[in-house]
């Protein structure tokens, strides 16, 4: 149980084109999603709170014009990057909180190699 | 403000024993992760602390002091699959979690 799948697994798109994303929770609900980058030897870094039903809570300095997240039902959740350029370049990781859990424990998408030429 | 700190990388052998180290200082803190990550995947969940002490699972253990800010895995019988990297995180409340940097371990033969 608790798997998370996202799609595409690799995307390769010129500078200045949108990418789309997309974050699913197979076989639970996720009232909450959350959306990380990590660039090479780095960490996650968190990029922003997904709520089912609501806005996005995004982190400081992220740019929420340029990412735009999307969490229209309990099982998807869609990250847009907007106008694409290189310094976009990254791993972008999803994840899934199931719900009623205490530990709070996150499950995490197989992750979106995403390369801007 | 949040601070994590890992050793970045460390090496061991086949077959032996390694203890990952993991600092903190968080303005809220509500239970420690470790994950592993492979190099070009996501993390894979593998342990969660919330009170102080040792929580054995296989081959992994992690241990918790709070009142230290301190935390580390332990990985008995090493194997060569075990090279990854392994993110320790902290639950600071409101579902958030914060990385540290990770630590490489090589394991050779």
């Known amino acids: 149980g608790a798997v998370v799948s996202q799609h595409p697994s690799w995307v390769i798109c010129k500078s200045g084109t949108s990418v789309k994303i997309e974050c699913r929770s197979l076989d639970f609900q996720a009232t909450t999603m959350f959306w990380y980058r990590q660039f090479p030897k780095q960490s996650l870094m968190l990029m922003a709170t997904?709520?089912?039903?609501?806005?996005?809570?995004?982190e400081q300095g992220v740019e929420k014009d340029k990412f735009l997240i999307n969490h229209a039902s309990l099982t998807l959740s869609t990250l847009t990057v907007t106008s694409a350029h290189p310094e976009d370049s990254s791993f972008y990781i999803c994840?899934?909180?199931?719900?009623?859990?205490?530990?709070?424990?996150?499950?995490f998408g197989p992750g979106t190699r995403l390369t801007v030429l | 403000g949040q601070n994590i700190d890992q050793p970045t990388e460390m090496t061991a052998t086949e077959g032996a024993i390694v203890q990952i180290n993991c600092t903190y200082q968080t303005s809220g803190f509500n239970g420690l992760f470790w994950y592993q990550q492979h190099a070009g995947e996501a993390p894979t969940f593998l342990s969660y602390n919330v009170l102080d002490g040792l929580e054995e699972k296989g081959r992994f253990s992690s241990f918790l002091s709070r009142s230290k800010g301190y935390s580390y895995l332990l990985l008995k019988e090493l194997q060569m699959k075990d090279s990854a990297s392994y993110l320790c995180?902290?639950?600071?409340?409101?579902?958030?979690?914060?990385f540290g940097t990770g630590t490489r371990l090589l394991v050779s033969p």
């Open positions: 995180a902290t639950n600071t409340g409101f579902q958030k979690l914060v």
């Open positions: 997904s709520n089912e039903g609501s806005k996005a809570t995004y």
């Open positions: 994840s899934a909180r199931v719900s009623g859990r205490a530990s709070d424990t996150q499950y």
